[in-house]
T-cell receptor, first 112, second 112 residues
Framework: DTAVSQTPKYLVTQMGNDKSIKCEQN?????MYWYKQDSKKFLKIMFS???????INETVPNRFSPKSPDKAHLNLHINSLELGDSAVYFC???????????FGEGSWLTVV | TQLLEQSPQFLSIQEGENLTVYCNSS?????LQWYRQEPGEGPVLLVT?????EVKKLKRLTFQFGDARKDSSLHITAAQPGDTGLYLC????????????FGQGTELSVKP
């Protein structure tokens, strides 16, 4: 069974569209994260939720809205997509301390 | 400001060679993790080091945490083509729980 699963894996969309990426974890962790990996492979945290509550919001444009219906799910909705949003988005889960987290396989977003 | 500096950023070696990757910071970390990411996949945790001076071994990989908990190194002995990938160090900054920050990564290519 996949511990952290996210869908879709690949997404190609036009500028201005709205899209969502879904994430689910079956590890029983309380904390979930969204990370963005840019073209230079740098991983940067976007959000973290602990038990459905937003804990970290790293100055991400408000076009990005995470939603956590329960502690096993953290979805990412992006409004009015821009070219610069093209990246790989990783969902992850782990303990609140952030010591060790487990990543999903990534969602490759291309905005054209 | 990059809190975790990894070096080198790119490394191309022949099978059988040894190599060391460094992860340095001016800040103290409660722990440091090393991840390996293969193309098209998410980062996979290799090891977590917690105690200053700690050394952990994973087959041909040796991980060390600096005495002051500000740096870490990854040494690979007799590298093999299967070691090819992106190596990332990461850690939760001291007193910033719930957040894991990453170094820029080291892209390793081991040629047969």
């Amino acid at each position: 069974d996949t511990a952290v699963s996210q869908t879709p894996k690949y997404l190609v969309t036009q500028m201005g569209n709205d899209k969502s990426i879904k994430c689910e974890q079956n590890l029983g962790h309380d904390t979930m994260y969204w990370y963005k990996q840019d073209s230079k492979k740098f991983l940067k945290i976007m959000f973290s939720y602990n038990n459905k509550e937003l804990i970290i919001n790293e100055t991400v444009p408000n076009r990005f809205s995470p939603k956590s219906p329960d502690k096993a799910h953290l979805n990412l909705h992006i409004n009015s997509l821009e070219l610069g949003d093209s990246a790989v988005y990783f969902c992850a889960s782990g303990g609140y301390s952030g010591n060790t987290i487990y990543f999903g396989e990534g969602s490759w977003l291309t905005v054209v | 400001t990059q809190l975790l500096e990894q070096s080198p950023q790119f490394l191309s070696i022949q099978e059988g060679e040894n190599l060391t990757v460094y992860c340095n910071s001016s800040s103290v970390f409660s722990s440091l993790q090393w991840y390996r990411q293969e193309p098209g996949e998410g980062p996979v945790l290799l090891v977590t080091v917690v105690t200053g001076g700690e050394v952990k071994k994973l087959k041909r990989l040796t991980f060390q945490f600096g005495d002051a908990r500000k740096d870490s190194s990854l040494h690979i002995t007799a590298a093999q083509p299967g070691d090819t990938g992106l190596y990332l160090c990461a850690g939760p900054p001291y007193n910033q729980g719930g957040k894991l920050i990453f170094g820029q990564g080291t892209e390793l290519s081991v040629k047969p």
